[in-house]
């Protein structure tokens, strides 16, 4: 152990500490230091206490605000809760009211249609005759404006060159021919020279049997210089007959006839009387061809051609013709009848139903609902 010594304050002299000197010393600063350090340890006990005290108190304020927050929270949710709880009643009320209405209203409905209904049928059928009448008028409007149109119309057409209509008359009369007897030869007579509109050249089994000469006429009156200027011309060019197409026949004449030498006919009977004058032309070339010489046998054949049986047996091909022709007239206006009688009635069913629509809209308002088949209706209608 080193030696411990200490200065004398007052005369500063060393003086050693021995044991026997320095223990009540180092006693009384250990007793010293032991209190000053109990004091010290009391003090931090005592600060740690009220700093333990005072985070407790603090951890119990902020446990509280955060309880009283949330108290708040949920305060506020359960109002929210209770404001859609009430909502929800009040929309599932008014749910049920509006049903309640609507059974109400449709059943009020149900009772005034059952009221209105032989109301609403009167109003429906006499609205479709008001209908049905304004369409007959609207009708007959139309009418007059296309008979008027028609009639300016052939007025203009009337005042068109008589030579242009005669032209379209010899065209449509050749093409005619040419379309029925396609092994036959047509001429047609070239403007401005004396003569008929065409000529037919009869082809036969030996070659050509002979010729036919035809006029056309687009004229409302029968002209008798017809007969003696076409003769002239069919002796100019040699033919052996010669015919006259007209709309205007001469007194007796109905369909076709011999006048004067001269063959007269509509237009319409202009290719059967062709087929038999074309049959008897290679008939009486045969018979040269078989006879030559034989002029006994020529003017027979001439008398037959000239003669009632011949015109007998024309009359029976024309007459066939005809009644071909009255047949395909009389399926074509019958289908023409029943298609415009079933157009009327669709018309008449669809301005019915759409009647009842509307009455039905007025009658019910917003609530009526919309039938998308009534608006095709009136669409397809309006097209």
């Not at 000529?199 to 036919?212: E, W």
């Not at 399926?331 to 669809?350: P, S, T, Y």
Request: hydrophobic share 40%; proline share 3%.
């Amino acid at each position: 152990m080193p030696e411990l010594k200490i200065q004398c304050p007052k005369c500063s002299n060393e003086i050693e500490l021995t044991e026997q000197l320095a223990g009540p010393m180092l006693a009384d600063l250990q007793a010293s230091f032991n209190d000053e350090l109990a004091k010290q340890e009391a003090q931090a006990t005592k600060a740690l206490a009220a700093a333990q005290a005072q985070a407790k108190d603090a951890a119990k304020a902020e446990t509280a605000a955060e309880q009283a927050a949330l108290e708040e929270r949920i305060k506020a949710q359960d109002e929210k809760l209770r404001e859609a709880q009430k909502a929800q009643a009040d929309a599932l009320k008014r749910e049920e009211e509006l049903k309640d209405k609507e059974a109400e209203m449709e059943l009020t409905l149900q009772k005034m249609l059952a009221a209105e209904r032989p109301v609403l049928a009167e109003k429906l059928s006499r609205e479709a005759d008001e209908k049905a009448g304004l369409r007959l008028a609207e009708q007959a409007q139309v009418m007059e404006g296309m008979k008027r149109q028609i009639e300016a119309l052939k007025q203009k057409s009337e005042q068109g060159s008589m030579q242009t209509q005669g032209e379209a008359a010899e065209i449509v009369l050749e093409e005619t021919l040419a379309a029925a007897f396609p092994t036959d030869g047509f001429v047609p007579i070239a403007k401005g020279v004396s003569g008929a509109d065409v000529r037919q050249d009869v082809t036969g089994p030996n070659g050509t049997s002979g010729s036919i000469l035809w006029e056309s006429k687009r004229t409302k009156n029968w002209t008798a210089g017809w007969l003696a200027k076409l003769r002239n011309d069919q002796r100019t060019s040699g033919c052996e007959v010669a015919v006259i197409t007209s709309h205007a026949l001469p007194e007796g004449v109905e369909s076709f006839g011999l006048v004067d030498g001269i063959w007269v006919c509509a237009p319409r009977y202009a290719v059967p009387l062709a087929t038999s004058l074309r049959q008897g032309l290679i008939d009486v070339a045969s018979a040269k061809g078989r006879a030559m010489g034989q002029e006994s046998k020529m003017e027979m054949v001439y008398d037959y051609l000239t003669g009632t049986q011949f015109k007998q047996r024309v009359d029976a091909i024309v007459e066939r013709f005809e009644d071909m022709q009255d047949n395909l007239r009389k399926e074509r206006v019958f289908i023409e009848k029943q298609w415009a009688l079933r157009a009327k009635q669709i018309d008449l069913v669809i301005a019915s139903t759409v009647g009842m629509h509307g009455d039905l809209q007025g009658i019910a308002g917003r609530s009526m609902p919309e039938i998308e088949s009534v608006d095709a209706l009136l669409i397809g209608k309006d097209d």
